[in-house]
C-alpha cells in the first residue's frame, strides 16, 4: 500500500468530497473539448516534456488525483514527491499510480501540504510541475513564489491552468468564480503578465502552459 506523510488532519475535507467527479472530469474528452476547447491529451503532453526536462528530484503541486501524471510518475525513475492538500485526492493519484501492483514504486512519496507551508527545503527539486492550478488561487504570485523557491538552480516550474480564451470557457469560468471555486477569470495574455511574461507561453483553446526558469 502507500502512506500519505500529512500533518494537517482533515484540511483538506472540503475537496475530499469531489475527488471523485474531479478525477472523471478531468479525464473526460468530451467535458473538456466542450467546456475548455482543449483535450486531456495536451494536459498530458505537457507534463510529459516536464518530466523528460532533468532526471533529479521532481515535485508534483496540487497533484490532483495525478489524472494527467499517473502514468508518468510510475514509470519515471525520478524521485518524486505529490503534494495536494486534499488527503483523498492524493489517496486516489495512489491508486492511478499503482495500478494492478497496489503498491507505490519507491520513488514516489505523496504528502499532504498547503502550497504556501511546504514543508521541504529550499532548492530542492530540479522539476516542479503544478497542472490545471493557476486559476485556482486568488493570490497566485504568492503561490508562484513558494514554487520557484523549490527551484534548484538551473531548474524549472512547468505550470498550466485555465484562461478565459473563449466564450463558453469565460462564462464556465465566471460561473466557477461566483460558486468560490476559482479565481477572478484571466485571459491568457493577463496571465503571461501575472507570471512575469515567461518566455515559454502558449495557450490551447481555455488552457495555458507556461515554463519558468529558477531565478
Do not use: K
Not at 478531468?26 to 467546456?35: C, E, L, P, Q, T
Not at 488527503?87 to 499532504?112: C, F, K, N, T
Not at 486559476?135 to 504570485?141: A, E, I, N, R, V
Not at 501575472?194 to 481555455?206: D, K, S, V, Y
Amino acid at each position: 500500500m502507500w502512506r500519505i506523510e500529512s500533518e494537517l488532519g482533515d484540511v483538506g475535507a472540503p475537496y475530499d468530497r469531489r475527488a471523485a467527479i474531479y478525477d472523471r472530469l478531468v479525464r473526460s474528452r468530451a467535458y473538456n473539448r466542450i467546456a475548455w476547447s482543449c483535450a486531456p491529451e495536451d494536459y498530458a503532453a505537457f507534463a510529459s516534456e516536464a518530466f523528460a526536462a532533468g532526471a533529479g528530484p521532481l515535485l508534483e503541486a496540487a497533484a490532483g488525483s495525478a489524472a494527467a501524471t499517473a502514468q508518468l510518475h510510475g514509470s519515471s525513475q525520478r524521485p518524486t514527491v505529490l503534494v495536494d492538500l486534499s488527503r483523498r485526492m492524493l489517496e486516489r493519484a495512489a491508486q492511478s499510480i499503482a495500478g494492478d501492483e497496489h503498491e507505490l514504486p519507491v520513488h514516489v512519496s505523496l504528502v499532504q501540504a498547503d502550497l504556501l507551508a511546504l514543508p521541504f527545503p529550499p532548492h530542492g527539486f530540479q522539476t516542479v510541475v503544478g497542472l490545471g492550478m493557476t486559476h485556482l488561487f486568488d493570490d497566485l504570485q504568492a503561490v508562484v513564489g513558494s514554487l520557484l523557491a523549490q527551484l534548484a538552480p538551473g531548474g524549472q516550474l512547468h505550470l498550466a491552468g485555465l484562461v478565459a480564451e473563449t466564450r463558453r470557457g469565460r462564462r464556465y469560468l465566471e460561473i466557477l468564480h461566483r460558486a468560490g471555486e476559482v479565481a477572478a477569470p484571466m485571459t491568457a495574455d493577463e496571465l503571461h503578465v501575472a507570471l512575469g511574461r515567461p518566455t515559454r507561453f502558449r495557450a490551447t483553446g481555455c488552457m495555458a502552459y507556461a515554463v519558468l526558469d529558477a531565478s
